[in-house]
C-alpha cells in the first residue's frame, strides 16, 4: 500500500520539544525529496522543512535553528525534531513525498501550557 504515515504529535508545554516520524511505503523512498508540512486552524498549509534525496535540508525562516529533518533510507523514514517549541507552532503537522505527489494523514501538535 502506498502511504505516509506520520506520528509523535501531542501536547506540550512551550519551550519543549518533539519528535514527529514519518514511515513511507509501497513506493521507493530514495527516490523523492520529502518535507514537512504544517497547518495552523485558519491558515494555508505552509512547509517548515525539507530534506532532498541526497540530504540537502531547507527550513523556513520560522522554524530554522528550531527545527531539525532527517531521512534515513533504509527504514523509509522522515524524521523531524522539533525543539524550544511555542505556542506558534500549533498545527497539524503534514508529511509529503514530492516526487509521488502523496501526503500522510498529519499529526497533531499543540504548544500550551
Known amino acids: 500500500q502506498v502511504q505516509l504515515v506520520e506520528s509523535g504529535g501531542g501536547l506540550v508545554q512551550p519551550g519543549g520539544s518533539l519528535r514527529l516520524s514519518c514511515a513511507a511505503s509501497?513506493?521507493?523512498?530514495?527516490?523523492?525529496?520529502m518535507g514537512w508540512y504544517r497547518q495552523a486552524p485558519g491558515a494555508q498549509r505552509e512547509l517548515v522543512a525539507s530534506?532532498?534525496?541526497?540530504?540537502?535540508?531547507n527550513y523556513a525562516d520560522s522554524v530554522r535553528g528550531r527545527l531539525t529533518i532527517s531521512r534515513d533510507n533504509v527504514k523509509d523514514t522522515v524524521d523531524l525534531q522539533l525543539n524550544s517549541l511555542k505556542p506558534e507552532d500549533t498545527a497539524v503537522y503534514y508529511c509529503?513525498?514530492?516526487?509521488?505527489?502523496?501526503w500522510g494523514q498529519g499529526t497533531q501538535v499543540v504548544v500550551s501550557s
Open positions: 509529503n513525498a514530492k516526487a509521488f505527489r502523496l
Open positions: 530534506i532532498t534525496t541526497d540530504g540537502r535540508t
Open positions: 509501497g513506493f521507493i523512498f530514495r527516490l523523492s525529496d
